[in-house]
């Protein structure tokens, strides 16, 4: 399965600024999935990103909050924009085969804190 | 609209001791089911369930899958310390040519020794 590189691992930030999140994968894949965990909850997708076409995004998350980049096969970044203290969580990029046998893999997490 | 729902929500247990995890769901498009560990950012994957009634094995952790009642359970065998983390069920779905993870709320799971 692919390794993914996920930085940074944590920050903590000022509200109104802005933080981007970048993702490498070792290996080049279709689909790059991003995702949210606030504090105790489950993980929530945030939006897909193909490479060569506009990130799809989920009910409740709109591209000026979260702007996403796939310049290529093997590269994502997320951006949170203008941040509050409820965007402080944990954002995880994910990559996968659809329908693999191995599930998806997912970066090492990035636990930010909005002060 | 689609849902995963876990339980218990949180356990407490004493090395030793055998777990279940539950796991329901309501998905439409059902393509599988994943059960994953996360201790502390990043989940790691357990087991890949398509098939009802068949069931993945890997050392003191099991699953199965129900099809038909919509549901799996994780078991897990002479617990450890280091099997506390919290256990994530997920359900892929396929629609409109994408594929999608169903996350349910998690089951913390924590071993006395």
């Known amino acids: 399965s692919a390794v993914i590189s996920q930085k940074p691992s944590r920050d903590i930030c000022q509200r109104g600024t802005s933080l981007t999140i970048q993702c490498q994968v070792d290996s080049q894949v279709t689909m790059m999935f991003w995702y949210r965990q606030q504090p105790g909850q489950s993980l929530t997708l945030i939006a897909t990103?193909?490479?060569?076409?506009?990130?799809?995004?989920e009910s409740g998350f709109v591209i000026d909050k979260f702007p996403i980049s796939r310049p290529n096969l093997t590269f994502s970044t997320l951006t949170v924009s203008n941040m509050s203290p409820e965007d402080s969580s944990i954002y995880l990029c994910?990559?996968?085969?659809?329908?693999?046998?191995?599930?998806?893999?997912f970066g090492s997490g990035t636990r930010l804190t909005v002060v | 609209e689609d849902k995963v729902v876990q339980s218990p929500l949180s356990l407490v247990v004493h090395e030793g001791d055998t777990v279940t995890l539950n796991c329901s769901y309501e998905v439409t498009n059902f393509r599988s089911l994943l059960w994953y560990k996360q201790e502390k950012k990043a989940p790691t994957f357990l087991f890949m369930l398509?098939?009802?009634?068949i069931e993945k094995k890997s050392g003191r952790l099991s699953s199965i899958l129900d099809k038909k009642e919509l549901f799996s359970i994780l078991n897990i065998t002479a617990t450890q310390t280091g099997d506390s983390a919290v256990y994530l069920c997920a359900v892929e779905s396929f629609a409109s040519g994408t594929y999608k993870y169903i996350f349910g709320t998690g089951t913390r799971l924590k071993v006395l020794a």
């Open positions: 398509t098939s009802s009634g």
């Open positions: 990103a193909n490479q060569g076409s506009e990130a799809t995004y």
């Open positions: 994910s990559v996968g085969p659809p329908g693999g046998g191995y599930g998806y893999t």
